[in-house]
């Protein structure tokens, strides 16, 4: 091969690559841009019209105007948030509580504690969801007792996760013993070096689970649509649902809805996206 | 070390955790196995304890076969992908190129959407006088029943599945891909090998534990698929996408035939257990320090 045969050959193969990312760039968008693109067309324009039409022909922003009256998105922004926040909070504290004795501690009973935390990993919360569902029943923790009881029973089941527990534990073995040592020999009681030195060191494990738990919590779609019973506590991905029961064969009306409460999600996304696509949290999303 | 902390400290972080985990998983993983030797179709609230007639009816109903039959189906087909097409992804975008974090963010977006939008964008994909149907024809085929014609709908589903995957496995495999020693592939570019030559004798060797850890996970979430079925089908035409997990919400919540939905979830969880015994013992062993 030449020299300038290389160079050519070179860059085929970048093109190719482009090309080929770009398409899989395009068909992971696609279906949101037709979305959209549905969304933004007016009742005078055929939405099943062939040759279908990316661009729309009577552009309108009516749609979005229309299903924004009649369906509360800021309500089950609000719920969702509520649900997220809570369950992001609870898991923070847990399994930061629970990571610690497991990673430094020494006590009758570790190993087993160890291996029952391992073992919630196989089992599968659809598998058990009925009777966590009874559960929470005789708790009285549903929408119809209260509101408050209805996000506690939201929340619960989710508050925490053997993916936190470890990854906590993981993060309080990376820390030198000698900063527990100086503390302790300066008079700090246990629950102190724990609140005050050792969870400041791990903020930056502490990020990663707000942020994967929140993404979590965020799309749960299952729980939520068992329990609930109240339209006004609905979720987002609940609510987005319940669009097609609400507008039946309105796809002008569903798409506007759709992208509407996509749009919360989108913008966490693109703010904390190297978290997602760095590849250093590999793994730490349920797939 | 000197021991700083008290003897009941160890027990007192642990016990809020251990209190949510007990009353969450281990309670109801038991009560699971529990309700799965009852018979509630006649009565909700006066159930009779029938042995393991639960099982013998679930293992001699034609329905329950189709559900674990299309399950297996969804897996069959969405694993393979799962684990051979995002590694392609990631090989392509793991190269000197520009606009790298463009391509990783928008082959991500699926991953992080509602599964609720997701399976909404395709039903309306899938409409029958709608924009895929629109290309069948324009290809001399008849107009394809995505969601209603029993031989397609499963396929349909599965396509959501693994559209909403790919981003999430090819981040997975591009982690991976940094430990493989550069070394190598200049060795292979000196050789003149090509492209797939490159990878098939360099790159795939050097992370197929990755390749065999994405198999197991995905196998793992295929087990579990609802959503999408949910907001799509609803498990039919004829049950014919309809999978373990909607089945036992069906017969669990639809039907309050908690027995019989129960040994189903038996059936479920002794599955997914084996899956995820594989998964700990043979790939994630460092992650767990076993």
Redesign the interface.
């Known amino acids: 091969m030449t020299y300038k045969e290389i160079i050519s050959k070179i860059k085929f193969d970048k093109i190719a690559t482009h090309i080929i990312l770009i398409s899989v760039s395009l068909l992971s968008i696609f279906p949101f841009i037709w979305l959209i693109s549905t969304s933004l067309k007016g009742n005078g324009e055929n939405i099943f019209a062939y040759p279908p039409a990316i661009i729309p022909q009577d552009f309108t922003w009516a749609n979005y105007t229309g299903v924004w009256d009649k369906v509360d998105f800021i309500g089950y922004f609000v719920n969702s948030m509520i649900v997220a926040g809570g369950t992001v909070l609870l898991n923070l504290i847990l399994s930061a509580m629970a990571g610690y004795p497991l990673a430094r501690m020494e006590f009758k009973g570790k190993k087993i504690a160890f291996f029952s935390v391992l073992a919630t990993i196989m089992i599968p919360f659809q598998a058990i969801m009925l009777p966590v569902y009874i559960i929470t029943l005789k708790l009285h923790l549903v929408d119809s007792v209260s509101n408050l009881a209805g996000f506690i029973g939201l929340i619960m089941p989710f508050a925490v996760s053997a993916f936190g527990i470890f990854l906590m534990r993981q993060a309080f073995l990376g820390i030198p013993k000698e900063m527990e040592e100086a503390a302790i020999v300066d008079g700090c009681s246990v629950w102190k070096l724990f609140w005050k030195v050792l969870i400041p060191m791990v903020k930056p494990s502490l990020a990663v689970l707000a942020i994967f738990t929140f993404i979590g919590s965020w799309g749960e779609f299952l729980w939520p649509s068992i329990v609930l019973t109240k339209e006004s506590m609905y979720t987002l991905p609940v609510g987005v649902n319940n669009l097609q029961g609400m507008f039946s064969s309105n796809w002008r009306f569903i798409a506007a809805g759709s992208i509407l409460s996509t749009i919360p999600i989108l913008i966490f996304f693109l703010a904390m996206q190297r978290y997602f696509i760095s590849g250093e949290n590999e793994g730490a999303v349920k797939g | 070390?000197?021991?700083?902390?008290?003897k009941y400290?160890?027990?007192l972080?642990?016990l809020?955790?251990?209190a949510?985990?007990l009353?969450?998983?281990?309670?109801?993983?038991f009560?699971?196995v529990y309700?799965s030797f009852f018979d509630y179709s006649s009565s909700l609230y006066a159930p009779s304890a029938i042995d393991f007639d639960n099982y013998i009816k679930l293992f001699q109903s034609p329905v329950f076969y189709k559900v674990l039959w299309n399950t297996f189906l969804y897996l069959f087909i969405a694993v393979p992908i799962l684990a051979i097409f995002p590694l392609f992804?990631a090989i392509?975008?793991n190269?000197k190129?520009r606009?790298v974090?463009?391509?990783?963010?928008?082959?991500?977006?699926?991953?992080?959407?509602?599964?609720?939008?997701?399976a909404?964008?395709?039903k309306?994909?899938y409409?029958d006088?709608?924009?895929l149907n629109?290309f069948v024809?324009k290809l001399g085929f008849q107009p394809i029943g995505w969601l209603t014609d029993p031989k397609w709908a499963l396929l349909s589903v599965v396509i959501v599945t693994i559209?909403k995957?790919?981003?999430?496995y090819m981040?997975?495999y591009?982690?991976?891909l940094?430990s493989v020693p550069q070394e190598l592939y200049e060795a292979c570019d000196i050789d003149?090998a090509s492209?797939f030559r490159k990878h098939l004798t360099v790159t795939i060797p050097h992370i197929m534990p990755t390749i065999a850890?994405v198999t197991t996970?995905?196998a793992?979430?295929a087990?579990?698929v609802?959503?999408e079925i949910?907001?799509m089908t609803k498990g039919g035409p004829l049950n014919s996408s309809k999978t373990i997990?909607y089945y036992?919400?069906e017969r669990?919540?639809e039907n309050l035939d908690?027995g019989y939905?129960?040994a189903m979830?038996?059936v479920?969880?002794v599955i997914?257990?084996i899956f995820?015994?594989i998964n700990?013992f043979c790939f994630e062993r460092k992650?767990?320090d076993l």
């Open positions: 070390m000197f021991k700083y902390y008290g400290a160890p027990y972080f642990l809020p955790a251990a949510i985990l009353v969450f998983f281990f309670i109801p993983f009560q699971t309700l992804v392509l975008i190269q190129i606009g974090t463009l391509y990783k963010i928008l082959i991500y977006l699926p991953v992080i959407v509602s599964i609720v939008v997701a909404i964008a395709f309306w994909l409409a006088q709608g924009i629109y024809t559209w995957g790919i981003g999430y981040i997975i591009l982690a991976a940094m003149g492209f850890l996970i995905s793992i979430s087990m579990k609802f959503a949910y907001v997990v036992i919400y669990a919540f908690l939905a129960s979830a038996v479920l969880l997914v257990m995820s015994l700990i992650k767990y």
